[in-house]
């Protein structure tokens, strides 16, 4: 490193270093909100896994298959996040000061790669030794087998980190790479016999129950698979460049600082890639009816998005499998329903661009010679016909092939998308944070301002959670009225104290 680098970096280290005590308080808060957030959802799974209906769950027969399609998708996920955010990656200053400097790559960015790689390995580990613990305790495999399971974890972790590095070194190859790992991984899993021929497949065939000889087999193939890969992570650290590293330090600052004033949506909007397809198409077009022609422009405008919408239309599509799939007998089906709803309310994101340009403009002059509600209700049609179309072809096919009846999964994944948009249209209408809600609430259990501030923020999340969760429940409790008058009252009084 020059020494203007190295002395730029010592200024930047002394003026944003904390003393010891200020990172052990930073430490504690940290672990405490950690403990309260993730504490009830660890139980709930606990218990879950633990229940005779998730020991019978986690010793199907398809779990070996499921595991290789899960840990598929999670590496192909890390290589397409790698193209936007990856692991090795500092603040803006000391990425431009280390990546001009004559510091190797691999010496200038080990510091974030490791920590990022620790972070990874450790949910993975965790995930496996859940699920090991769990057919423990249910008595389907010994102490070895869970063992076993736990080292097979780890080592998908750190797949997953250098996945995770690939697709930041090589952001143009990420994206065909990563659809080919998912639809092979889809392919393992419908077809058993190919579990040996896959890395995802030697997670399936370690799965706890296995046979000795199988899984020892298997854990030799990743360990070695693993050496390899990490053998490589130099040689990517290399590939990395200074106009994507700055570009990419650059617009992860800005997103935290988003995100640390509970912006999240302009956090993710600074991600959302601009429109490169089908430019010299006419999304506006003077069509008549009116509603028809808000739905060719929304249409139009999405598709010029092409890998954003495909991704909404899958997740659509996940989310209609989920809630048809929490019907079936001996299935945790609230749980199957909440998660659901997360999935469907995140699917949601690339067709509402329109209802969020509704909303910026409300309660401004009339752009468009219409009012705000019906400019809203037109924005709403897209969204709404395509959810319903995908979701009702989904929940029917999905209850023909596993036996189902096909009337609750209709009616629940009905209920399912109205609300699910409609949570989406209260979010994009509830305006910045409301100064209120930066007083501090003393209890005698402490200040519970931020968790207020913080229910505020995700407020879209937990209401499709609820909304998963009741639809779930449609025939055998009337939780579902009671979401929705909350959801509908909601969406209404921010719509009408709209700014």
């Not at 496996?128 to 495999?141: E, K, M, P, Q, T």
């Not at 063992?147 to 065909?176: D, E, K, N, Y």
């Not at 659901?340 to 409300?362: E, K, Q």
């Amino acid at each position: 490193m020059s020494g203007r680098a190295a002395a730029a970096i010592r200024i930047w280290r002394a003026r944003n270093t904390r003393t010891s005590g200020d990172r052990a308080y930073a430490a504690y808060l940290v672990l405490m909100v950690a403990l309260v957030a993730v504490a009830p959802l660890a139980r709930v799974v606990w218990l879950s896994a633990t229940s005779a209906e998730g020991a019978a769950l986690l010793t199907a027969p398809a779990a070996p298959g499921v595991t290789a399609l899960v840990v598929a998708a999670l590496w192909a996920g890390a290589m397409l996040v790698g193209r936007d955010r990856g692991p090795a990656l500092l603040p803006p200053f000391p990425t431009h000061a280390l990546a001009t400097g004559d510091l190797p790559r691999f010496d200038a960015f080990r510091g974030p790669l490791l920590r990022a790689g620790a972070l990874v390995t450790s949910i993975t580990t965790v995930v496996a030794g859940f699920v090991g613990i769990g057919l423990r305790i249910s008595g389907h495999v010994d102490l070895l087998g869970v063992g076993a399971f736990v080292v097979v974890g780890a080592l998908v972790g750190a797949v997953a980190t250098v996945a995770w590095l690939a697709g930041q070194a090589f952001p143009r190859a990420a994206v065909p790479v990563a659809l080919g790992v998912l639809a092979l991984g889809a392919a393992t899993a419908a077809v058993p016999a190919a579990l040996p021929l896959t890395p995802w497949g030697g997670v399936g065939l370690a799965y706890p129950g296995s046979a000795a000889p199988q899984t020892l087999a298997a854990l030799c193939a990743l360990v070695a698979l693993t050496a390899a890969l990490v053998a490589t992570v130099p040689m990517l650290m290399d590939r990395l460049g200074l106009e994507e590293l700055t570009a990419q330090a650059a617009r992860w600052d800005s997103a935290t600082t988003h995100a640390t004033g509970m912006d999240w949506g302009a956090a993710t909007t600074i991600y959302q890639r601009r429109p490169y397809r089908g430019r010299r198409l006419r999304a506006v077009r003077s069509t008549r009816p009116q509603p028809i022609l808000f739905l060719i422009r929304d249409a139009v405008g999405a598709a010029r998005t092409p890998g954003r919408l495909i991704v909404g239309i899958l997740s659509i599509a996940a989310a209609g499998t989920l809630l048809t799939l929490a019907f079936a007998p001996g299935a945790p089906g609230w749980m199957l329903g909440a998660a659901a709803g997360v999935v469907l309310f995140a699917g949601l994101g690339p067709l509402t661009d329109g209802i969020r340009h509704a909303a910026n403009v409300a309660a401004d002059f009339p752009l468009y010679g219409v009012s705000d509600e019906r400019l809203l209700a037109g924005h709403a049609l897209f969204p709404l016909t395509v959810t319903v179309i995908i979701l009702l072809v989904v929940a029917i096919a999905v209850a023909v092939a596993v036996g189902i009846a096909v009337a609750a999964p209709f009616v629940g994944s009905l209920a399912l998308g109205v609300l699910a948009l409609v949570a989406r249209i209260s979010n994009a209408v509830k305006g910045p944070l409301p100064p209120a809600l930066l007083a501090p609430i003393p209890t005698p259990m402490g200040d519970l301002g931020g968790a207020v501030r913080l229910t505020w923020a995700l407020d879209g999340v937990l209401l499709a959670t609820l909304a998963g969760a009741s639809a779930a429940l449609v025939f055998s409790s009337p939780l579902l009225l009671v979401v929705a008058a909350a959801v509908f009252g909601i969406a209404i009084q921010r719509w009408r104290r709209r700014q």
